[in-house]
């Protein structure tokens, strides 16, 4: 159980809000030794909250791959295993026909959160 929040900053449906999230943060080794290990507020087979619009469904891990579908603001996935990009982004899993969501992506003024975990 997490009881200990920060507050972060973010782009949620399209505007910048604050939001708070765990202090608690797992690391998650990539498969290439130069990269470092990249964190997530998320774990393993836990449920988490999609807090931007139209967050892509993609076929595989990556940019590269097929976008198979949408989740909107609000919506709820269970994420699986986390795998890494070659452009340190971590990718998540989904009960969603096994089709995967990046948790963060990189925009002009920081990080973009796409997904936050479900404290319920």
């Known amino acids: ?3 200990a929040w920060t507050a972060g900053y973010g782009k949620i449906d399209g505007q910048w809000k604050d939001f ?3 202090v ?4 998650y080794a990539c498969d290439e030794p130069s990269q470092p290990p990249l964190k997530s507020y998320l774990a ?3 449920r988490a909250y999609v807090v931007t619009d139209r967050l892509q469904l993609l ?5 590269g791959y097929e976008v198979k579908g949408h989740l909107a603001l609000g919506e709820t996935v269970r994420v699986g295993r986390p ?3 070659h452009h340190s982004r ?4 989904t009960d969603r026909h096994g089709w995967w969501v990046c948790e963060t992506e ?3 003024k920081g990080l973009r959160l796409n997904l936050t975990p479900l404290a319920v």
């Open 106 to 108: 990189q925009v002009e």
């Open 24 to 27: 608690a943060r797992r690391a």
């Open 90 to 93: 971590l990718w998540w899993q």
């Open 1 to 3: 159980m997490i009881n």
């Open 20 to 22: 708070l999230l765990p």
């Open 83 to 85: 795998e890494c990009d």
């Open 59 to 63: 076929s595989g891990p990556g940019g």
């Open 44 to 46: 393993d087979s836990k």
